[in-house]
């Protein structure tokens, strides 16, 4: 899936400021569990399974049940506000309009992260929520105020879940590698983006 030594590093580095941190569509085992203790984490999805398995691991300290298109929180309620292989599974529309709502709940920043364009997947683990409905690249989310950032190489040699497409897959695998530093500057070749907005 995500190459997880870049991705960790900067999801650690941009929310190290950040006490209370929301995460929308948490899903069942963030990345947030590997930040230390001292953050405030709450985490919103509403596919049940998911949260009891998230609730064993204890990954955040407040768990909600909600659909993230229509929950709604104070202004400044967090000092970040993250969306961690969601906005992908939302309509342009409702990805949109989630964005603009992030920004008022978040005080310092909002972080996001999705494969960069469209890629197709579709229901699992009795989940609809897991459809992919629409991609988003580079350009639309520097667009939105984001900070953009290429993970996992270049987009061509990935496919579904971010595994690489060709045989042999060693050799591919090491050819996705070389490209990571190259697609980390030029996030329109990359297969995810990592995107940031500073709130000020």
């Not at 995500?2 to 400021?17: A, G, N, S, V």
């Not at 997947?121 to 984001?146: C, I, P, R, T, V």
């Amino acid at each position: 899936m995500i190459k997880q030594d870049l991705f960790l590093h900067l999801l650690k580095k941009e929310l190290k400021d950040c006490y209370s941190i929301l995460e929308l569509g948490c899903g069942n085992n963030s990345p947030l569990k590997t930040l230390n203790k001292r953050h405030y984490l709450v985490g919103v999805d509403l596919h049940e399974p998911y949260l009891k398995e998230s609730k064993k691991i204890g990954i955040h300290n407040k768990y909600i049940k909600a659909d993230i298109r229509k929950i709604n929180f104070r202004k400044n309620s967090f000092d970040a506000v993250v969306l961690l292989d969601v906005i992908e599974h939302l309509t342009k529309e409702e990805g949109t309009s989630l964005i603009r709502k992030m920004e008022k709940w978040a005080k310092k920043k909002i972080i996001l992260f999705t494969p960069g364009g469209y890629v197709l997947q579709k229901e699992y683990d009795k989940n609809k929520l897991q459809l992919h409905k629409s991609g988003w690249n580079a350009d639309e989310l520097k667009n939105l105020g984001f900070k953009v950032y290429g993970i996992n190489g270049w987009k061509f040699l990935r496919g579904n879940k971010a595994r690489i497409r060709f045989w042999p897959f060693d050799f591919w695998n090491k050819i996705s590698q070389i490209t990571e530093n190259f697609a980390y500057k030029h996030p329109k070749v990359a297969f995810q983006l990592f995107c940031i907005k500073d709130i000020k």
